[in-house]
T-cell receptor, first 113, second 114 residues
Framework: DQQVKQNSPSLSVQEGRISILNCDYT??????FLWYKKYPAEGPTFLIS?????DKNEDGRFTVFLNKSAKHLSLHIVPSQPGDSAVYFC????????????FGKGTKLSVKP | EADIYQTPRYLVIGTGKKITLECSQT?????MYWYQQDPGMELHLIHY???????EKGDLSSESTVSRIRTEHFPLTLESARPSHTSQYLC?????????????FGNGTRLTVT
């Protein structure tokens, strides 16, 4: 049973507009969440993270929002650029576990010029 | 720019062969991991290590084995490859204890067993 769900396999956005990638989770013990970006033929690279004690974390064009009551987080990219086209993975970590991330299936973002 | 290196990048091999996927990192990280990913699917943890001579099985059962004799090196071995082992294998490492330590991934090995 999937504990981290990314229900949209793909998303297409025009350059300059906002991209919103969504992630839902089922385990209330998760207390740390991360987003990774993956280009073809490369490994995932860390993008941004958020602790469960926060509801928002911002880094440049990237903002992650966490809604604990809904067990939902989202990644906002503003403005979107063609170089952002990649697969984005949401991941979560249980409190007390050391490094064992649970990943979603990913959302493929295409940013069109 | 990768500080964690995986070789080979691609491997096509016949059933029954023994293979070793190499993973090395130059960051001095204590913690290392192997993930397996099929196309369009999530990454599944198959092995991890918290330091030299420490290895543990991950959430996904795997017929592979690992060793950690040196901090920088974490190879994965399949004694007898089968078509069901066809997948992408990703190695990762992380530095700090606790919750705020993101994983650094290598570029992966895409394994095809014929």
């Amino acid at each position: 049973d999937q504990q981290v769900k990314q229900n949209s396999p793909s998303l297409s956005v025009q350059e300059g507009r906002i991209s919103i990638l969504n992630c839902d989770y089922t385990n209330s013990m998760f207390d740390y969440f991360l987003w990774y970006k993956k280009y073809p033929a490369e490994g995932p690279t860390f993008l941004i993270s958020i602790s469960s004690i926060k509801d928002k974390n911002e880094d440049g064009r990237f903002t992650v929002f966490l809604n604990k009551s809904a067990k939902h987080l989202s990644l906002h990219i503003v403005p979107s650029q063609p170089g952002d086209s990649a697969v984005y993975f949401c991941a979560a970590r249980r409190g007390g576990s050391q490094g064992n991330l649970i990943f979603g299936k990913g959302t493929k973002l295409s940013v069109k010029p | 720019e990768a500080d964690i290196y995986q070789t080979p990048r691609y491997l096509v091999i016949g059933t029954g062969k023994k293979i070793t996927l190499e993973c090395s990192q130059t960051m001095g990280h204590d913690k290392m991991y192997w993930y397996q990913q099929d196309p369009g699917m999530e990454l599944h943890l198959i092995h991890y290590s918290y330091g030299v001579n420490s290895t543990e099985k991950g959430d996904l059962s795997s017929e592979s084995t690992v060793s950690r004799i040196r901090t920088e090196h974490f190879p994965l071995t399949l004694e007898s490859a089968r078509p069901s082992h066809t997948s992408q294998y990703l190695c990762a490492s992380s530095a700090r204890e606790g919750w705020d330590s993101p994983l650094h991934f290598g570029n992966g090995t895409r394994l095809t067993v014929t």
